[in-house]
């Protein structure tokens, strides 16, 4: 399925090629459609599925498509509420970015923050607003917000919204936006009380759920090799030289690491090719080809390039640097040993990353088994190392604010 199938006007899918997007993710392919319907939607999905875009693409062309009419004036006509200043910001530059060739205008409102530029901009108008619970509050109360107009109201991160308190001034919001408007809930799990929620707000909600199970098929055979960082690049060599028979998908977190990998395994002769942020969709497009009928034995990507791609028959993949997020783990395993063709995947971690494995194995409530005989064992006792910050915020042995936050990021 393409972006042009889920029937997106023009200025969207330019867009949409320009932030790199080959295909649609799971969730935009059953949500988008739903959403351009005008119906309420309850959407189930983690950070990381594409679920912004899933709202924002059909947000902005129910917009685009009324924005001549005569009465328009940059009245706040979609208004998204999200539980963190973090993601308003993600999500109104996600507005801005698929909406580039529109000239319609998103703003985000947050607490922590002076008022006054807020006001002024809201005083300007504008479209689409991105907005924190307590300052949207705040400011409606001051008068500085009309949400008469509001033909779109999302909930994000429902779940987030109710374990940070937020649930009834979410509900006051929603009172103070037009009956007739849309509404769409998203959240990564569905407490009871936000079943109620929905319950109360939703007219007859569609319902989209692409939370990953938690479940890895038996055709997938898992190994971990325990490796000292620095010797990831000569355990990789090994593997491919003895192990790895077929082709392989190789996961890396960072582009920068794509590249430094793909550079030395083509200095070694091996048909590599790459997907990562820094391509544009023809070569992306290119390098899949040259995957899928065989050229290339070996590709390596991020995790978000990686995205939506389908490539059956798929023999191997190789988690070089291990995912920090759980689930991201079972989303790159699970593209080998599909359709009944038994796949393999293999895990390179290093120190640092140990505690990753810990996670990942409570979730899928397996212990993956530990390959010891390999040239390149990382010492037992070896501590993961401590990466002291001048002026560092965090004292040892205490958490960060993101890792003390549950397993929330998906990718
Ligand atoms: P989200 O789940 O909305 O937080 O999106 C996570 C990341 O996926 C963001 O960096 C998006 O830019 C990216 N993304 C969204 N849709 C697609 C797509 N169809 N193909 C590739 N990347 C995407």
Request: charged share 30%.
């Amino acid at each position: 399925m393409s972006f042009k199938d889920l029937k997106l006007i023009k200025p969207l899918l330019k867009a949409v090629e320009a932030s790199g997007y080959a295909s649609p993710t799971l969730v935009q392919q059953k949500g988008i459609p739903a959403i351009l319907d005008r119906k309420d939607v309850i959407i189930s999905a983690q950070t990381g599925t594409g679920k912004t875009a899933t709202y924002a693409l059909p947000i902005l062309q129910q917009l685009f498509d009324r924005q001549d009419a005569p009465k328009r004036g940059k009245k706040i006509r979609a208004l998204i509420i999200s539980p963190t200043r973090e993601l308003a910001s993600q999500i109104k530059q996600n507005f801005k970015s698929y909406g580039q060739f529109s000239n319609l205008r998103a703003y985000t409102i947050f607490g922590g923050t002076s008022i006054e530029p807020q006001v002024d901009v809201l005083k300007k108008g504008i479209d689409i607003l991105v907005a924190t619970p307590g300052r949207l509050l705040d400011l409606h109360k001051q008068d500085f917000i009309n949400l008469d107009y509001v033909e779109n109201l999302v909930l994000d991160e429902a779940d987030l919204m109710l374990a940070l308190g937020f649930i009834d001034d979410v509900k006051k919001i929603e009172r103070l936006c037009p009956e007739n408007k849309q509404t769409l809930l998203l959240s990564a799990t569905m407490p009871y009380k936000i079943e109620q929620l929905a319950n109360g707000i939703l007219k007859d909600p569609v319902r989209i759920d692409v939370t990953v199970t938690n479940s890895i098929t038996k055709d997938i055979s898992q190994t971990l090799y325990y490796v000292p960082k620095r010797r990831k690049i000569e355990l990789c060599l090994h593997l491919l030289r003895n192990e790895i028979k077929g082709n392989v998908l190789i996961f890396r977190r960072t582009k920068f690491g794509v590249k430094k990998l793909e550079d030395r395994l083509a200095e070694k002769g091996y048909r590599v090719d790459s997907l990562h942020g820094d391509k544009n969709q023809s070569d992306r497009q290119t390098a899949l080809n040259k995957f899928k009928n065989g050229y290339a034995k070996i590709l390596i990507a991020t995790d978000v390039a990686a995205r939506g791609i389908d490539i059956n028959e798929l023999d191997n993949v190789l988690n070089f640097d291990m995912p920090n997020v759980a689930e991201i783990y079972i989303h790159r395993i699970g593209r080998t040993g599909r359709a009944g063709n038994i796949g393999n995947a293999y895990s390179m971690c290093s120190a640092d990353e140990r505690n990753y494995i810990k996670t990942i194995e409570a979730l899928i409530d397996v212990q993956i088994p530990i390959i010891q005989d390999h040239p390149y064992p990382l010492d037992p006792k070896a501590k993961p190392p401590v990466h002291k910050k001048k002026g560092s915020r965090y004292k040892k042995g205490r958490k960060s604010a993101a890792s003390k936050k549950k397993k929330k990021r998906w990718y």
